[in-house]
T-cell receptor, first 114, second 112 residues
Framework: DGGITQSPKYLFRKEGQNVTLSCEQNLNHDAMYWYRQDPGQGLRLIYYSQIVNDFQKGDIAEGYSVSREKKESFPLTVTSAQKNPTAFYLC?????????????FGDGTRLSIL | AQSVTQLDSHVSVSEGTPVLLRCNYSSSYSPSLFWYVQHPNKGLQLLLKYTSAATLVKGINGFEAEFKKSETSFHLTKPSAHMSDAAEYFCVVSSGYSTLTFGKGTMLLVSP
């Protein structure tokens, strides 16, 4: 079955540490997205990528970095510059980035501070 | 610019009674609208979508939504709630490059 796999499901970060969240999709989708979810806040866009080797900042990109070296992979690094990283992180993808297409979501990674 | 307002942060119903989750949107373009459901510690699952075809959209699990352009609304309804419907629901608008704008969510509580 095709889908989006996020790993790990739970992740803990120490002060001053960078951590990387994995997102892999086998849907052959062109565009991929990272969202952050906080209680009562809905989802906020961190970064997105419409094609390989290209990505754009979303609304809350500060303290995060991404890469898109392969179509199926879009890892997110939470750097030490992100002072409040505790949240639920969701990765999504879409077949093409034309308007009107729903996004498919992974099951998320919950990041906490030690 | 686009925005979404979910009018209720929590909705409580009894099993077997109707469900109404309210959503208003604004968009500079002809929008695409979606409802997603999220169970605890899970990703979002698409319930239904509106993309300028029929204004009454039927989705999975008995849910439906009606697009009302004059009221800029896209309310989600279900005739009879089940315990398994208890979850958080998100109304979402898309216009241009499929960047989505999410509402803040409505938590649906279903009591026996």
């Amino acid at each position: 079955d095709g889908g989006i796999t996020q790993s790990p499901k739970y992740l803990f970060r120490k002060e001053g540490q960078n951590v990387t969240l994995s997102c892999e999709q086998n849907l052959n989708h062109d565009a991929m997205y990272w969202y952050r979810q906080d209680p009562g806040q809905g989802l906020r866009l961190i970064y997105y990528s419409q094609i390989v080797n290209d990505f754009q900042k979303g609304d809350i990109a500060e303290g995060y970095s991404v890469s898109r070296e392969k179509k199926e992979s879009f890892p997110l690094t939470v750097t030490s510059a992100q002072k409040n990283p505790t949240a639920f992180y969701l990765c999504a993808s879409i077949r093409d980035s034309g308007a009107g297409q729903p996004q498919h979501f992974g099951d998320g990674t919950r990041l906490s501070i030690l | 610019a686009q925005s979404v307002t979910q009018l209720d942060s929590h909705v409580s119903v009894s099993e077997g009674t109707p469900v109404l989750l309210r959503c208003n949107y604004s968009s500079s373009y002809s929008p695409s609208l979606f409802w997603y459901v999220q169970h605890p510690n899970k990703g979002l699952q698409l319930l239904l979508k509106y993309t300028s075809a029929a204004t009454l959209v039927k989705g999975i699990n008995g849910f439906e939504a009606e697009f009302k352009k004059s009221e800029t609304s896209f309310h989600l309804t279900k005739p009879s709630a089940h315990m398994s419907d208890a979850a958080e629901y998100f109304c979402v608008v898309s216009s241009g490059y499929s960047t989505l704008t999410f509402g803040k969510g409505t938590m649906l509580l279903v009591s026996p």
